[in-house]
Every structure is written in structure tokens, then in C-alpha cells.
């Protein structure tokens, strides 16, 4: 991947327009999760340090595009980073035809993009007009790589020239190492309700790994698949064939999708309802799974301890009750003890990561769902291919 990085420009004076992830929980005005502005923040520092002019931008929430909400105003993110940097971080409302002034080593922040009609749909005319705001335009923000949208895509396309930051750098590098030349055996563990949200991830996986592991909802279907039953849980009827094959193809190059022999269930999905071990050929007809039993959770700390690489997105249980959450503890020691380059990302991977006290055990966490799960399946992400293209001057 070639791209120009911003840490290799001379920013001093220049006007800097930073695309950023913020977009974080707020509550009664405050911001109960800062951990996307957090990662946000050595991009921000870097350009202030060195003298630029910074304004930052993000996304936040799901305001319908073109109308100022109040509720889902950059307001509170202002308050989080003049607390993170220690001065005042004013919020600038009307922006797009600029008309404001920024000092060298100030950082402010836009109002929410999706205020401005036309953000979404990667409208020209607004891309043209966050370009014209900046000397240099950098990409930072992961989270959205995976969309074309005038923040994100058509503001770097048209901006004097557009760079990537500090945490879209990392994110690439480290991605890079898990897939392109991943050390061996690589193993992915892909968990999650539903196979059909994710089926374009196995597929692309089960071609580039040793091992697949599936767990949650989707681990029902392939256990279903293999001829077992699986009472009243999640599972995806439609898409057995489809588990069918995925294990086929596997076994045909002499690669695994382990199957859970024992199993957790419960009768409803209830914080208070007991947990029940059986053998997964013993599941009745009104149980429903809601984790894998202690056998099955030592099999993949066996893979994952001998495993080169481990690419984890999505728990194997209903870890939130703690009965239901053994099997995405145990998963996640292992991966905070295997010498393993481990990576991992989505949103319940990352609350099961915090769960386990294991974050800085991980050797790189992806702060992305959508752009993380398109990346492993082979896709390119419109903000990259952007940042390549425009290297090429």
C-alpha cells in the first residue's frame, strides 16, 4: 500500500482538515465511551504540535442528513478534547464556506457532517467545499473507510493533498500483517448472530486460513449442518447448505471448522437463567444455546496458543450474562497469552476485550465494524484506494 502519511509532512501553518472517527455514546450531554476520540487524538496532537492550523471533522449518530439535531451536535466531543489537551477546543457551526479563523497550533472542531445535504451520498460540490477549507486533507477515520462519502472520500480527492493519519496508518499496517503475509497457522474466529451478516467474511477466510472458527448464532447453523439439533436457538435453516460447503471445501485443503461438542443452554434468554451443560448431540427440542461447554472452549485455546495469527471478530457466546460468557473468557485469555500476532475488532469484540481486562494484551485492535469486515473479506475501501490514487500525484 502506497500512501502519503502525515507524519512525513511539514504541517507548520498549513491548514489542516482532519476526517476523524467520533463518533462516540453521549448521555445527558456527556460522553460515556471516549474510546474512538482517544484513538482519534495522536493524529490530533501531532498536527497541533506541529503548528498547524487543525480543524477535525466526524459523523456523529444517525440525524437525518441535511438538518441540524441538536441531540446529535459535536458539542459534547468539543468538551471531551479541551479536556483530553488541556485547552479549549471551540465548535465551529457554519463552516462550509469557511469564513473562520484557526492559529497556529489550535485545533477546533466542525459540527456534525451529516448537517450538510449531500455528505452521504459523496455529493461533489461539498466535497469541493471541505477541500477548499485546507492545505492538507487527512484521512484518519477507519471506521468509515469503507464508504465514499464527501468526508471521508470526495473532500480528499479535491483537498491540495490528502494524507493518512496516524491511527488509519496503523490500521493498515496492522491488517496488512494479519492477511496479506499472515505467519502460520493463521486462525480466524468469527462470531456473531447471524452467518448471513457475515457470510461474505467466511468465505473470504475460509480460503486464507487454517482454522475457522465460528461461534455464537452462527456456530447453530454449522452445528445444524453437521446433523445435530439445535432446539430453539439462533440459527439460519436457509444457510445450512451453505455451512454445508463452506466445511467441505475446508476439509478439502486439509483445513478445519471445529464443531462444538458440548454446548451451554438455557430455556429463555434471561440475565437470570441458569446455564445447563449438555453434549451437543443431547440438545432437546426447547433448548436454546447460548454458549460453548468447557471441551469445546479448551480445543480453541489449543488452536489459538499454537496459532502464528489470530484474527478475532464477534464473541462465542451471550457473554453479557456472565453463565453464558465462560467460552469468550476462556477465548479471550488465550489470545491475551498466545505469542500469536493477534488482531482483533467490532464493537462486542472490543466490550468482551474490556470485560476480560485483556486490551493491552491484543497486538492491535481495530476501532472499525464495517470497514474491519470488508477489509478481511477482500474489499476495497474507497478512502484507501483515494489515498493511493492521490499518492501517485
Not at 11 to 22: E, N, P, Q
Not at 170 to 199: F, H, W, Y
Not at 263 to 268: H, W
Not at 304 to 327: H, K, L, R, Y
Amino acid at each position: 500500500m502506497a500512501f502519503i502519511k502525515m507524519t512525513d509532512l511539514d504541517l507548520k501553518g498549513k491548514r489542516v482538515l482532519i476526517r476523524a472517527d467520533l463518533n462516540v455514546p453521549v448521555k445527558d450531554g456527556k460522553v460515556t465511551s471516549d474510546a474512538r476520540i482517544t484513538a482519534s487524538m495522536p493524529t490530533i496532537e501531532h498536527a497541533m504540535k506541529a503548528g498547524a492550523k487543525v480543524m477535525v471533522m466526524s459523523h456523529r449518530g444517525r440525524p437525518t442528513e441535511g438538518e441540524v439535531d441538536e441531540a446529535n451536535s459535536m458539542q459534547p466531543i468539543a468538551e471531551d478534547m479541551s479536556a483530553k489537551l488541556g485547552k479549549t477546543v471551540r465548535l465551529i457551526k457554519d463552516y462550509i464556506d469557511g469564513g473562520f479563523d484557526v492559529a497556529e497550533g489550535e485545533v477546533v472542531l466542525l459540527e456534525n457532517v451529516r448537517f450538510n445535504a449531500g455528505e452521504k451520498k459523496d455529493n461533489e460540490t461539498l466535497a469541493k467545499k471541505y477541500a477548499a477549507l485546507c492545505d492538507v486533507f487527512v484521512m484518519d477515520a477507519f471506521g468509515t473507510a469503507h464508504r465514499a462519502q464527501a468526508s471521508t472520500h470526495g473532500a480528499g480527492k479535491f483537498a491540495p493533498i490528502a494524507a493518512a493519519g496516524i491511527l488509519l496508518t496503523e490500521e493498515l499496517i496492522a491488517l496488512d500483517k494479519a492477511l496479506a503475509n499472515p505467519a502460520r497457522p493463521m486462525v480466524a474466529i468469527v462470531g456473531g448472530s447471524k452467518v448471513s451478516t457475515k457470510l461474505t467474511v467466511l468465505e473470504a477466510l475460509s480460503e486464507k486460513c487454517e482454522q475457522l472458527v465460528v461461534g455464537g448464532g452462527i456456530a447453530n447453523t454449522f452445528l445444524k449442518a453437521t446433523g445435530h439439533n439445535v432446539g430453539k436457538s439462533l440459527c439460519e435453516d436457509d444457510l445450512v447448505p451453505t455451512a454445508q460447503e463452506l466445511i467441505k471445501k475446508m476439509t478439502a485443503r486439509g483445513a478445519i471448522i471445529p464443531i462444538a461438542v458440548d454446548v451451554v443452554c438455557g430455556k429463555k434468554f434471561d440475565p437470570a437463567e441458569p446455564a445447563e451443560l449438555k453434549d451437543a448431540k443431547d440438545v432437546a427440542d426447547d433448548d436454546m444455546i447460548f454458549d460453548i461447554g468447557p471441551k469445546s472452549a479448551q480445543e480453541l485455546v489449543d488452536i489459538i496458543m499454537n496459532a502464528g495469527t489470530v484474527v478475532w471478530n464477534g464473541p462465542v457466546g451471550v457473554f453479557e450474562f456472565d453463565q453464558f460468557g465462560e467460552g469468550t473468557k476462556a477465548i479471550s485469555m488465550a489470545m491475551a497469552e498466545t505469542k500469536a500476532f493477534t488482531l482483533a475488532g467490532g464493537g462486542d469484540t472490543i466490550a468482551a476485550i474490556q470485560k476480560y481486562n485483556i486490551y493491552d494484551k491484543i497486538s492491535y485492535i481495530s476501532t472499525a465494524g464495517g470497514a474491519f469486515l470488508e477489509y478481511l473479506e477482500g474489499k476495497v475501501l474507497p478512502a484507501v484506494a483515494m489515498l493511493e490514487e492521490r499518492a501517485k500525484g
